[in-house]
């Protein structure tokens, strides 16, 4: 077997090659990748790194953590996609390394290996590290914290008389640290999260305590100290606007629906299941067969993996915004509960079970659904009666993109490590089963999003991306009427705001300007925009309509 060294510069290498090409080959994709990303540039442009601020307004739904990891890079790779999405392939590599080291300390380094292959091997978890989103920072910060919490409990006299007897406090310190950096990365479902994990293992182990008070104070200090480096900054020079702005607009998220982000209860439960394939069959299996050992400390472990699955699952099928990310913390749980299924058929030798057959009927859906999609692509005159009701969706189809079919080599792929997986099972060679299949997923992510991410953004994006850019080196104003959008920031490289008046739709739209002025929306909206009398359409494209007012 490698050494540990060696396994860990095998990870780094195999995450580089994973993570790293391509990031800048598509465009940004409106909200969530072109909103941090221009808040980043912003910092750049303005030299203000104290707070967000977005259209050069503040910025109150995040706070600035993530932001300046996008800024530092676009400052070392230039303004661009690249640069914004570099972070979180840093991410992915330093996940996959924490993963193996922490499953080699708690069951040895088949499974230390076997973890971080459950989580690069399945399509969400692996996909977040190529993009440009906070999440997979945010949820290494909580994960790395109550990591922390979990040894300290492990470690304390008190619990385990027999165990470790770990006497230091560093767990204690080390976990308030990382759990202030969650909350410095996203705000306070950093530690809310890991306080309802901590009440639930208190709840179930019959209310008796498993922390000294003093270790949880220490936590809390490391934790205030932590977000307090830029918290009590941003007060003094700022003032409390930041905070009490924040502050509603994180209990306005948990408590109503954004709009377009609606979902039914079960929602989550939906994304995991296919979001998480292969690794979530695997998860559902562990979940429906418990693994035991004769250690406590591993049971122990198992115990947290699972109250912090359901915990993360129920809250955010509680919330009722329904976003695919909000339940990514789930990933680190989920392909655990996979990984003790996965040691399992490695170390004894044992079949799938009745997990194979679910493995494969999931996997010859998904991956006959990537084989249709160049082909319907191909037929796309046959399939616009199905969007008649969406205008918008409509147009979108009239984008120039090319599908050949050989598009369709990505689902052929998983579909062959599938057939590869089902032969080597059916040989009794478990092992070559399952690095097909998570070694097959891993391609197939890849795979795909080289032939289809570029085509989606065709259809959904691209023609007002490319208006955008072509106002990069014009004095103008460019706004978007009737939806929301951050890409007419980014894609022009707005400049600083040197009057105020540029901030107000009614003067942009009336008032006496000193420069053209862009406004584009929907071809949903365009009966509304163009009763604007100021304004004249430039022209249509792809379901976004142009148009512009002269000074």
């Not at 640069?83 to 708690?106: E, K, S």
């Not at 069951?107 to 190529?130: D, K, T």
């Not at 008070?213 to 020079?237: E, N, Q, S």
């Not at 072509?470 to 600083?496: D, G």
Request: proline share 5%; net charge positive.
């Amino acid at each position: 077997m490698l050494t540990r060294g060696r396994i860990q510069l095998l990870i780094i290498a195999v995450a580089a090659l994973l993570f790293v090409p391509g990031l800048g080959a598509v465009h940004l994709f409106d909200w969530d990748e072109i909103n941090f990303a221009e808040i980043a540039r912003e910092m750049i442009v303005t030299g203000d790194w104290s707070r967000p601020q977005i259209g050069y307004l503040p910025f109150h739904e995040k706070p600035p953590l993530f932001i300046w990891l996008q800024a530092l890079s676009m400052k070392a790779f230039g303004v661009g996609e690249f640069a914004a999405r570099f972070p979180n392939a840093v991410c992915g590599l330093l996940t996959l390394l924490v993963l193996y080291r922490i499953g080699d300390q708690l069951r040895g380094r088949v499974f230390g290996m076997l973890w971080p292959l459950a989580y690069i091997g399945s399509v969400l978890p692996h996909l977040y590290f190529r993009s440009g989103i906070i999440d997979p920072w945010f949820n290494l910060f909580i994960f790395l914290g109550l990591h922390a919490i979990i040894t300290l409990v492990q470690r304390d006299p008190t619990r385990h008389p027999k165990g470790l007897n770990g006497r230091t406090d560093k767990h204690a310190w080390l976990a308030g640290l990382f759990l202030g950096l969650a909350v410095l990365t996203k705000g306070p479902v950093g530690v809310l999260v890991p306080g309802l994990a901590m009440a639930a293992y208190w709840f179930l182990g019959r209310c008796k305590p498993y922390l000294r008070w003093r270790r949880l104070g220490i936590i809390a200090i490391a934790t205030l100290l932590t977000v307090g480096t830029w918290g009590v900054y941003d007060l003094l020079r700022n003032g409390p606007e930041f905070m009490v702005a924040f502050f509603w607009r994180q209990v306005a998220m948990l408590t109503t629906e954004d709009a377009g982000h609606g979902g039914f209860m079960g929602y989550h439960f939906v994304v995991l299941l296919i979001g998480c394939f292969p690794a979530s069959v695997f998860a559902l299996q562990e979940l429906m067969r418990p693994t035991r050992t004769a250690d406590p400390a591993q049971n122990d472990h198992r115990r947290w993996m699972v109250i912090l699955f359901w915990v993360v699952l129920i809250l955010f099928s509680i919330v009722k915004t329904k976003i695919v990310h909000y339940s990514s913390l789930c990933y680190f749980p989920l392909t655990y509960l996979a990984a003790l299924q996965l040691e399992r058929i490695w170390k004894k030798q044992e079949g799938f079970g009745w997990s194979r057959f679910l493995l494969g009927a999931l996997g010859t859906l998904l991956a006959l659904i990537v084989i249709a999609l160049p082909f319907a692509g191909m037929q796309l005159e046959r399939l616009k009666p199905l969007f008649a009701q969406d205008p918008f969706a409509l147009a979108n189809l009239d984008a120039d993109v090319h599908w050949t079919g050989v598009e369709a080599l990505a689902g052929l792929l998983l579909l062959t490590a599938l057939i590869a997986g089902h032969f080597w099972h059916g040989k009794a060679r478990y092992r070559a089963a399952i690095l097909a299949v998570f070694g097959g997923g891993a391609l197939f992510v890849t795979v795909t999003l080289f032939f289809f991410i570029n085509r989606i953004e065709g259809y959904s994006q691209r023609a007002a991306i490319e208006f955008f850019e072509e106002r990069q080196h014009e004095e103008c104003y460019v706004i978007t009427k009737n939806y929301k959008s951050y890409a007419q920031l980014f894609y022009t490289r707005k400049p600083t705001v040197t009057d105020l008046r540029a901030h107000d739709e009614e003067w942009l739209l009336y008032g006496d300007i000193d420069r053209p002025v862009y406004v584009v929306c929907k071809i949903t909206a365009v009966d509304e925009v163009g009763t604007i009398r100021t304004l004249t359409e430039m022209g249509r494209k792809n379901g976004f309509v142009f148009f512009r007012r002269d000074p």
